[in-house]
């Protein structure tokens, strides 16, 4: 009877144990009546605990594998990344580091060494700075150890009143940039340094060019002056000689005109070169009127009539019964346009011919062409037709200092138009002037 119960009680023990299991297993627990002997010894349950626990120990060291390749994953990233990283304890002890921090802060310390041991010791930092990273977490802050410079930032893990609260601390080395940035400060500074001195290098220049513009302008006001006095006199008496000549019917009157024509040409250069003097100084004026634009190439035409009857030239005036007004300075207008009927008989050919013709722009501008029936002038020439002093053909010993257009561009530009022109070799050339048309009504 004994046994028996002995029996029972240890068939109960082992059908709890084995319902225990069951129910962690995921089975409906047999009910007690239904775990009788025959079934118990069908159920074999120390076969079923024996599978259960190979179970068990076989997904315990899957697991066990799974987390050593995750902690083996998360080491290679915490080593490779290239801050250096320090996990501190509450206590300021070191609790892990990645490799980048032993390299720049305790390449030969041993381990056992730097684990649980203080930061201050470990990486020899002073303390206040490490109680400032705490008191201040995410703020940067500068470090420089070992002749390298590092930004320095903490961040908590963990509540205020963990005990298990843990700080990271990041240390991310800026050596190479404050380096470049050094370099590139001295670069800036030695580039300012270099602006400065070819500024002021340029305002002496700029400075010794004005004055030297300045004197040679005055010089050239004084010498033009000092020219026309004696030329003046020169040509009166001149004139005197011619118009007694002509009386008496002198053989020598030829040589009288031979003087004026080179005494008359003379005071067009002087007086050009006392243009460019005062417009080189800003010292030419304007004084803007409604003028007929007819009026002005007719008085232009008589001007240069002798030069073109002496080359057999034709002049055709196109635009004679055009009774069109520009606003212009009079005087200014027909000195520019007399410089360009001028150049027209220079470089034309003999027995050629010169159309003066006008067209209105867009309405509000009146072009006034001049065109030649010369030889005309290539690209490359076309670029010196505004510097000073450069002549084209100025090996055929063509009249003229080479200022004449710079001095018209400048009067039409001063009155408020413009100059252009246009040419190809052997076709000859048109130059214009465009003024602006007066606002009453042009017929």
């Known amino acids: 009877m004994s046994s028996e119960k002995n029996n029972s009680e240890a068939f109960i023990y082992i059908r709890d144990k084995i319902n225990q299991l069951l129910d962690v297993m995921g089975t409906f627990p047999l009910k007690p009546e239904e775990l009788d002997d025959k079934t ?45 990283i320090l996990v501190v304890d509450q206590n300021m002890c070191v609790k892990d580091f990645n490799q ?12 056992n060494n ?11 930092c002073d303390k206040a700075f490490i109680d400032e990273l705490y008191n201040k977490p995410g703020v940067a802050k500068n470090l420089i150890n070992n002749d390298r410079n590092f930004t320095v930032t903490l961040s908590m893990i963990g509540n205020a009143d963990s005990e298990q609260r843990l700080a990271i601390i990041n240390l991310y080395d800026i050596t190479e940039q404050k380096k470049i940035e050094s370099e590139l400060n001295q670069h800036r500074n030695n580039l300012e340094l270099l602006v400065r001195n070819r500024t002021d290098d340029y305002k002496k220049a700029l400075d010794e060019a004005e004055k030297a513009n300045k004197a040679k302008s005055e010089f050239l006001s004084n010498m033009s002056h000092e020219l026309r006095t004696p030329l003046n006199a020169i040509l009166g008496f001149g004139q005197i000689l011619e118009i007694k000549n002509d009386e008496i019917n002198n053989p020598n009157i030829s040589h009288i005109k031979e003087i004026l024509d080179a005494g008359y040409h003379l005071l067009n250069l002087i007086n050009d070169v006392l243009d460019l003097s005062r417009i080189e100084a800003g010292k030419l004026d304007v ?46 207008f027909k000195q520019a346009l007399t410089n360009i009927l001028s150049n027209a008989v220079k470089y034309n050919c003999e027995n050629g011919s010169i159309d003066i013709y006008s067209e209105i722009i867009d309405k509000h501008y009146l072009r006034i062409s001049v065109s030649d029936t010369g030889e005309g002038f290539n690209e490359v020439e076309a670029k010196d037709i505004f510097i000073p002093f450069e002549r084209l053909n100025a090996k055929k010993n063509i009249e003229g200092t080479g200022i004449g257009l710079v001095i018209t561009r400048y009067m039409v530009e001063l009155m408020g138009g413009t100059v252009g022109f246009k040419s190809q070799p052997g076709e000859g050339s048109t130059f214009w002037i465009e003024l602006e048309m007066s606002p009453e009504k042009n017929q």
């Not at 069908?42 to 024996?50: A, F, H, K, R, V």
């Not at 899957?62 to 990233?77: M, P």
């Not at 002798?306 to 212009?328: F, G, T, W, Y």
């Open 114 to 124: 730097i684990y649980d041991n203080p930061i201050t010791t470990v990486c020899g």
């Open 287 to 332: 004084h803007m009127e409604q003028v007929p634009v007819n009026e002005i190439v007719q008085q232009s035409i008589s001007l240069i009539y002798p030069q073109a009857k002496k080359r057999q030239i034709e002049l055709n005036n196109q635009i004679s019964d055009i009774n069109h007004m520009v606003l212009a300075d009079p005087t200014r």
């Open 40 to 84: 118990l010894i069908e159920l074999d349950p120390i076969g079923i605990i024996s599978d259960s626990f190979k179970q068990i120990l076989k997904h315990h060291e899957s697991t066990i594998k799974e987390l050593e390749f995750a902690k083996n994953e998360i080491r290679t990233v915490f080593d490779s990344i290239n801050a250096s």
């Open 100 to 111: 980048n921090a032993k390299n720049n802060f305790f390449p030969n310390r041993a381990k």
